[in-house]
Nanobody, 125 residues
Framework: QVQLVESGGGLVQAGGSLRLSCAAS???????MGWFRQAPGKEREFVAA????????YYSDSVKGRFTISRDNAENTVYLQMNSLKPEETAVYYC???????????????????WGQGTQVTVSS
């Protein structure tokens, strides 16, 4: 079993930055990790993912160049550095984990095995 706990959300002005953390219980070094977000009335959307080794990262087109995903396997923690935030990125941000993902499957929320409870990010205009 893997348990994920997100932190670091909050209120930030447009153009500002936040760093989200996801602390995992258990050994997650063999798991791909992802960040998704869900705004009210919308579907959960892929934001970023990182391979189990940390050697490969994936981003949605909307955040590429502004967000950075990273992981520290020794600390069982995944991070999402978010810069130049926009009001439309207000959402609950979720951390996720799974094994056995390949290529574009990392973009699919339904293929992730474990989820955190989410952390609210609010970007004011």
């Amino acid at each position: 079993q893997v348990q994920l706990v997100e932190s670091g959300g909050g209120l930030v002005q447009a153009g500002g930055s936040l760093r989200l953390s996801c602390a995992a219980s258990g050994r997650t070094f063999s798991y791909d990790m992802g960040w998704f977000r869900q705004a009210p009335g919308k579907e959960r959307e892929f934001v970023a993912a990182i391979s189990w080794s940390g050697g490969t990262t994936y981003y949605s087109d909307s955040v590429k160049g502004r967000f950075t995903i990273s992981r520290d396997n020794a600390e069982n923690t995944v991070y999402l550095q978010m810069n130049s935030l926009k009001p439309e990125e207000t959402a609950v941000y979720y951390c996720s984990a799974s094994r056995g993902l390949y290529g574009s499957s990392r973009y699919a929320a339904g293929l992730y095995e474990y989820w955190g409870q989410g952390t609210q990010v609010t970007v004011s205009s």
